[in-house]
């Protein structure tokens, strides 16, 4: 069955870059999606990418995807404590199905 | 441009009531899915309704059901309420169902707490 993997929680200073991983299992997902979530408040979309492609840049932040290993990783340039949420990798399988979820990835940011 | 609208935003329930939750989805949106998302944890999918029908669900016990009207806004009901169901539930909406990259956007969510 399918399932997505990430590391629990990562913590980086101001200003730094940060990389959220992400590993999934099925080979035929197609579209891999990053969501931002903070406290108390629902999901927000932030990238995705669809899995024909390497990587997508959007202002500060960088998607990578190894479809060979089945990873995908999220880099967020110049680090903000605004940036401070939980970061949840998703991954659709096919046309019109369900989003499958992570965990989180609890990202902290000190000044 | 409205998002996702979901009501009530907190609710408190006994064990054996029921409760029902409702979304009203992004404007040009037809397609709405409901996520269960408990502490700590990712979310979980449980259906999903277009053209007033659920098209998919997940692994989600029968106490859970839904309907879609015909404005494409929807509700969630849970009968028979056991503390497990306590968790932050989730409205998405999207524009169509079967696109190939179609994106969901997600409502703030209902915190539904059984006591």
């Known amino acids: 069955g399918e399932d997505v993997e990430q590391s629990l929680f990562l913590s980086v200073r101001e200003g730094d870059s940060s990389v959220i991983n992400c590993t999934y299992t099925?080979?035929?997902?197609?579209?891999l999606y990053w969501y931002k979530q903070e406290p108390g408040a629902g999901l927000q979309l932030l990238t995705y990418?669809?899995?024909?492609?390497d990587m997508k840049q959007d202002q500060r932040l960088t998607v990578l995807l190894n479809k060979k290993d089945k990873h995908l990783s999220l880099r967020i340039a110049d680090t903000q404590t605004g940036d401070s949420a939980i970061y949840f990798c998703?991954?659709?399988?096919?046309?019109?199905?369900?989003?499958?979820f992570g965990k989180g990835t609890t990202l902290s940011v000190s000044s | 441009d409205a998002g996702v609208t979901q009501s009530p935003t907190h609710l408190i329930k006994t064990r054996g009531q029921q409760v029902t939750l409702r979304c009203s989805p992004k404007?040009?949106?037809?397609?709405v899915s409901w996520y269960q998302q408990a502490l700590g944890q990712g979310p979980q999918f449980i259906f999903q309704?277009?053209?007033?029908?659920?098209?998919q669900r997940g692994n989600f016990p029968d106490r859970f059901s839904g309907h879609q009207f015909p404005n494409y806004s929807s509700e969630l009901n849970v009968n028979a309420l056991l503390l497990g169901d306590s968790a932050l539930y989730l409205c998405?909406?999207?524009?169509?169902?079967?696109?190939?990259?179609?994106?969901?956007?997600f409502g703030p969510g209902t915190r539904l707490l059984v006591l």
């Open positions: 099925d080979s035929s997902s197609t579209y």
């Open positions: 998703a991954e659709k399988y096919q046309a019109g199905t369900a989003l499958i």
């Open positions: 990418i669809f899995s024909n492609m």
């Open positions: 404007s040009g949106h037809d397609t």
């Open positions: 309704y277009y053209e007033e029908e659920e098209r």
């Open positions: 998405a909406s999207s524009s169509r169902q079967g696109a190939w990259g179609e994106t969901q956007y």
